[in-house]
């Protein structure tokens, strides 16, 4: 999606640790206009796919999936990975580790909220090994809901975590797919 | 604003501590259709108060306060409760004290964000004693940002935070208004 190439070429910055700073319109300030122009091309994309929730995890995903949602007309569910007084214990939960953070945490979303014969789009906004995504196909796993989908704002494709899902046989879509960080900035993958 | 009070009437729970529950449509669960109809809301409430950014505190503000975003075409930032790594130290930083949760936690922007000469809407989903809100207000007096006006969700108006800050001068606009809970669910405050 070239929006979104864009928007990192232009306001991205590489920190040490490759990771990629997009604080300007992504996951700080947001700009919503981008975030209405990635949700209507999520939904787009997988319009076909007879998708009935959208599924994200707090925080970051959760514009991009909101107006993919919109656009979707089926309803948002965010898994919670803070601990929240009004989760009761009817939860479905995985265990994901961040190697940003470098320690484990747990993801619930409440049984009402996944249900055996959905259809789910799962979207995040980055993906690189993949720990996040799989705690979310894990979720749908457990409530014998079906991943029709998996969209993502930024794959890092050097770091694997898309083509892992793809060789399992997931349809995952990234608007934004970086080959490489370099000395000249960030080299996208041409498809 | 009926729309949400007649959701909140339907779908919403009370639980014990005055807790009310409104995870099938606003907090764990989303209505998309129904965050961008108070997203729109919020803008033609606060038209004419030329709004520069509008800003929430991650999490379930982040949604109604895209939306509004959306619709007033201004940048949408949200200040972190969640440390960071990607967050350096050129921070305005608040401390609030949660009732719910019994603890108190920093809330942070960074300082490119929030601007001398801006002119803010403050988003949030919740209004009870008005914690989370000072704190709010208190990120933009630092950056020396004006609040030009405060769009609320649901403000449990028995608990007094809505009126404390009107009296302060601040407008506080609220879609729906708690005048209490009883034995026979949720009653709405008039205006």
Redesign the interface.
Known sequence: MKLLEDRITDEGRI?PGN?L?V??FLN??????L??AMGHDFAEHFQDRQITRVLTL??SG??MA??A??AL??????A?K?AS???GDNVYSSKVYSY??KREYTIR??K??LADGDRVLIIDDFLAVGQALGGLIDLCDQAHAQVAGIGIAIEKAFQGGGDKYRAMGYEVYSQAKIREFSSEGVIFAAD
């Open positions: 920190l990771i700073k604080d300007h700080h300030q947001v700009d919503p206009q975030m209405m707090e925080v959760i514009a909101l107006t949602a919109y007309k089926v309803p948002l569910v965010f919670k803070i007084v009004t989760l940003t953070k979303v409440d009402k909220f």
